[in-house]
C-alpha cells in the first residue's frame, strides 16, 4: 500500500468573490508526489502562484479516506465544491481531521518548492532569511493595524501569514484585485487595484476593454483620489491581444527595516487601498461596452 499526501492549497487569483466574511478560498486534494509536483505538472498559466498552506502525510493509502471524510464533512456545511470556502476555524478542523487519522504535518518540507524556491535540507533552511522574515512581519503588523482600525476591505487573516511581498484584497468582482506590494530592491511599496488578464463578467467584458474604458475617467478619478495615478498596461490600444494584466494605482518611496516607519506605512497602503475601491469597483461592475 502506498503513501500519499492530503493538501490544502489556494490561489489568490481563485477566490469566490461572494464568499462570506472572513472567508478564503481553498482547495483541498491528495497527491501522491510532492505538491509542487503536483501543480507545476498541471501547467497552469495563472496570473499568480499556487501556495500551499499546509499538508499531512499518511504513510498508507489512509491519505484517499481522509479526503474523502473532509470532502463529506465540509459538503455538509454547505461549502461544497471543487473548491471551498473556508474560515479559520473549519481550517483547524481540517487539521484535526488529518493528526486524528494519522496524518504526519510536513507543510515545512514542501511550502517554499511550490514557490519554485526547492530546499535543500537541513534546520537551517526552515528559518526564513533576515528580509523574508521582515516581510512576514510586517504583513503581520498591517493585518492587526486594520484590526484595530476598522475598515470595510475585504481581507483573510490567513493561518499561516507569508513571507511575501504582496497582500491580496478582494473587490467582490470576478478578475479583479487590489494588490499591496512592498519591493526591498528599491525600497518601494505600491497600491494597485488590477483588472486581469481574463475577462471580468464572464466573458461580457475583456480586462482591456475595461481598462481603457476606465481611462476616459481619468481626469475625473485622479480628481477623486486627489492625486495622479499610474495606469500601466502592456498592449497597444490598437492590439486586440488581451493577454497582459492592467494596473492602476500609486506607488512611493518604502523601506520596510525602517520598523519605526511601520505604522505609517500601513496608514498609506489603508487610505489608497479603501480609495482605489471606493473608486473603481462600482465603475467596473456597471461598464457598458
Not at 501547467?43 to 491519505?63: G, I, N, R, V
Not at 481581507?155 to 499561516?160: G, L, M, V
Not at 512592498?182 to 494597485?192: K, N
Request: proline share 1%.
Amino acid at each position: 500500500m502506498g503513501s500519499g499526501t492530503v493538501y490544502v492549497v489556494h490561489n489568490n487569483w481563485i477566490q469566490n468573490p461572494d464568499a462570506k466574511k472572513g472567508c478564503k478560498t481553498y482547495k483541498i486534494g491528495i497527491t501522491t508526489k510532492s505538491v509542487s509536483t503536483r501543480y507545476y505538472g498541471l501547467d497552469l498559466k495563472m496570473p499568480s502562484e499556487f501556495a500551499c498552506d499546509f499538508a499531512y502525510k499518511f504513510d498508507d493509502e489512509q491519505y484517499i479516506a481522509v479526503e474523502k471524510k473532509l470532502h463529506k464533512i465540509l459538503n455538509q456545511l454547505n461549502v461544497g465544491g471543487e473548491w471551498y470556502d473556508l474560515n479559520d476555524d473549519t481550517l483547524e478542523g481540517v487539521h484535526d481531521v488529518c493528526t486524528q487519522n494519522g496524518g504526519i504535518l510536513i507543510t515545512d518540507d514542501i511550502e517554499n518548492e511550490i514557490a519554485g524556491e526547492k530546499k535543500h535540507g537541513g534546520e537551517s533552511t526552515k528559518r526564513l532569511s533576515g528580509t523574508r522574515s521582515l516581510k512576514k512581519e510586517f504583513w503581520a503588523y498591517f493585518i492587526e493595524y486594520l484590526e484595530q482600525h476598522g475598515t470595510f476591505l475585504r481581507y483573510c487573516k490567513s493561518r499561516r501569514i507569508k513571507d511575501v511581498d504582496w497582500f491580496w484584497i478582494g473587490t467582490g468582482i470576478s478578475g479583479c484585485c487590489i494588490w499591496l506590494w512592498m519591493d526591498t530592491s528599491t525600497s518601494q511599496i505600491g497600491c494597485h487595484f488590477c483588472i486581469g488578464s481574463k475577462s471580468i463578467k464572464g466573458n461580457e467584458v475583456s480586462a482591456k476593454k475595461a481598462y481603457f474604458k476606465l481611462k476616459e475617467e481619468q481626469k475625473i478619478i485622479h480628481k477623486e483620489i486627489g492625486e495622479k495615478l499610474e495606469w500601466l498596461h502592456h498592449c497597444d490600444a490598437d492590439d486586440d491581444h488581451d493577454s497582459e494584466d492592467s494596473e492602476i494605482g500609486v506607488t512611493r518611496e518604502g523601506n520596510i527595516n525602517e520598523r519605526e516607519r511601520w505604522e505609517e506605512f500601513s496608514k498609506w497602503f489603508k487610505k489608497y487601498a479603501e480609495l482605489l475601491y471606493k473608486t473603481f469597483s462600482e465603475r467596473v461592475k456597471i461598464l457598458k461596452l
